[in-house]
């Protein structure tokens, strides 16, 4: 789960500068993943420094490491060349530079410093149902280790806003699995008091039809909408994709009635990766709704 002392469950009851985003570019079927200066600071310096943030990576890319050598946290990923995910994993390399293309396989493709300072990457999804597996596990795996870092980061007065600064609405963490066994690349998060307000107060008004149509825009038959599902109720929202009732909804629904404070939700059978591209691009499309009301 998010880290409580992170700014990733922080936000439920505190407005918290934006440290990260994400963003659905329908135009051209990708999502955009923003990152603060500040939050890029940061992942450089954990990422040079510390070992614990590839810790939970490693039983996706299981590897053998000596111990008794002084090597970077990316000696015993890089390369990839374990006869065990040989067949699963055909990137070779992890790329931890942020001001040009990043991650597993370079799959965070750089895009721009925005005049935020926020720095922007795109994770293209066109085609792709003709990428291999390889590819799908390579965004996973490269979100997965951004969203420990970014929910993990300690907070302070610093990062408390002030009136008519623009915060953090919505935080998520997923997890990657890429074993024969089901389950374990779900997506949970934080949604903050003032998005949640927003659900509650205006769910006759919001196109919920766009976050659906988002999802399935990069299925083979983007007209059949069949299983794929968003609603509003009580200010929580339930995301749906094919599968066995696979979908996002609230931790617990009674947690919404309480004033002032926003909700954690968690998922139920994301069984396989292509089901949790589906869910976060619910989750962008809902963002950007917010964004465009609310910001």
């Known amino acids: 789960m998010l880290g409580e002392n992170g700014i990733g469950a922080s936000i439920i009851d505190k407005n918290i500068e934006e440290m990260y985003g994400i963003y659905w570019d329908g135009e051209n079927l990708r999502l955009i993943f923003a990152i603060s200066d500040k939050a890029t600071k940061y992942i450089k310096r954990e990422l040079e420094h510390s070992a614990w943030p590839l810790e939970s990576l490693r039983k996706v890319f299981p590897q053998e490491r000596d111990n008794s ?136 008004n919001i196109e919920t039809s766009k976050i659906t149509e988002a999802m399935v825009s990069i299925t083979e038959r983007p007209e059949d909408t069949s299983g794929f599902v968003f609603s509003i109720r009580k200010g ?21 009635k309480e004033e002032n404070k926003g909700f954690k939700f968690s998922c139920h059978n994301v069984d396989g990766l292509m089901q949790q591209v589906y869910l976060l691009i619910g989750l962008a499309s809902l963002c950007d709704l917010y964004r465009k009301d609310c910001i």
């Open 69 to 204: 050598k002084n090597t970077s946290i990316f000696d015993f990923i890089e390369p990839i060349d374990s006869e065990r995910i040989a067949n699963k994993i055909k990137f070779n390399f992890f790329s931890s530079n942020l001001s040009g293309d990043f991650g597993f396989g370079k799959v965070f493709k750089y895009l721009e410093k925005d005049e935020r300072g926020f720095t922007r990457f795109a994770i293209e999804l066109a085609n792709l149902g003709e990428q291999q597996q390889d590819y799908i596990v390579a965004i996973s795996a490269t979100l997965n280790l951004l969203t420990d870092l970014l929910n993990d980061y300690r907070w302070g007065e610093e990062l408390l806003k002030i009136k008519n600064s623009e915060y953090q609405f919505l935080t998520f963490k997923n997890g990657t699995n890429t074993s024969r066994y089901l389950g374990r690349n779900g997506i949970h998060g934080c949604v903050s008091a003032s998005m949640k307000n927003w659900l509650k107060e205006n769910y006759k």
């Open 236 to 256: 929580g929202f339930v995301i749906d994709c094919p599968g066995n009732a696979c979908g996002l909804n609230p931790d617990n629904w009674y947690d919404l």
